[in-house]
């Protein structure tokens, strides 16, 4: 029942690191131990879900073509000088998105001259936000703004688009939700809000809540381990991974939050967790094992994720979704991922 990728991997001995991470990460030496513990098993390589465009994918032109009008939005990517700012245009760029040329950032980023994809991007301070992002929308009337910036600006910025009335997907985390919602809500504004922009992965979270709430304390009695790890610029707690607990809670799992086992060490992501060097700067593996009282039954679940495209391609789709939206003047306002799940013609 894990949810993994698996093809054969001639680069690395996973076998050989999963034996490292039971003892490491989960205190088991073997599959086969005395204790009848069983624990993650990774005898070939994961395939980092990482979306990409194949041929077996639906061709875009069969969904709208860049050159119509539907499709040919204006998108402004706040933030565009990080590193999920960047992945989003270059997605924007390759189904030829229309970028505007302008962007938001810090006060010492002011001023400067960015080129992404080939393309000049004039970033603004925070001084000068309100008058320039009133001009910009005046300029692109059929505009989305993607928000890609920090958590200490999400209320601010929020608050800046709603009062300018522009519609925007804001992928950005942290700040304080419950004021960002009723900041939207008050003011009328089309928005995608969610912290988690990966398709795939927040399908697999729904599925997770269906469970919950359909099958509660359907897992009782049984315990839980979680490893996350993720880029060692993320010092919090992986978000997903607390959505996902909360989920096997609500099955009957006893499970506390400080538990959860962080892995912010290269190091010990190369050899314990297996991501691979060159994405360790950008990942986000997931691991969560379930073992029944009597230790005779065990379900496992992960979700690895290798660069940022998974949520540059997802917050594609949403900006694709909220235009749509606002097209049609649809009486709902404020949508998360779920609703772009649900409408389907995704990429």
Known sequence: MALLFKAPCTAISYLQKTQIFKKQCFGFDNVNNSNN???????????????????????????????????????MVNGCSGKMGKAVIKAADTIGLQLVPVS??????????????????????????ESVLASVFDKYPNMIVVDYTVPSAVNDNAELYCKVGVPFVMGTTGGDRDKLYKTVENSRVYAVISPQMGKQVVAFLAAMEIMAEQFPGAFSGYSLQVLESHQTSKVDTSGTAKAVISCFQKLGVSFDMDQIQMIRDPKQQIE????????????????????????TVSFEFQHNVCGRSIY???????????????????????????????????R
């Open 312 to 346: 540059a391609e997802g917050t594609i789709d949403a900006v694709i979704f909220l235009s749509k939206k606002v097209q049609s003047q649809a009486d709902k306002l404020i949508y998360n991922m779920i609703d772009v799940l649900r409408e389907g013609n995704m």
């Open 272 to 295: 314990m967790v297996g991501v691979p060097e060159e994405h360790l700067a950008g990942h986000a593996f997931h691991m969560y094992h379930l073992t029944s009282p009597e230790k």
């Open 104 to 129: 938001f950032g810090s006060e010492e980023e002011s001023g400067k001259t960015l080129e992404v994809c080939g393309k000049e991007i004039l970033v603004h301070g925070p001084s000068d936000r």
């Open 37 to 75: 513990n069983v624990v993650f098993s990774r005898p070939r390589c994961l395939v980092p879900a990482v979306l990409s465009m194949s041929s077996t994918t639906k061709p875009i032109q069969e969904l709208e073509t860049p050159g119509s009008k539907s499709f040919n939005i204006p998108i």
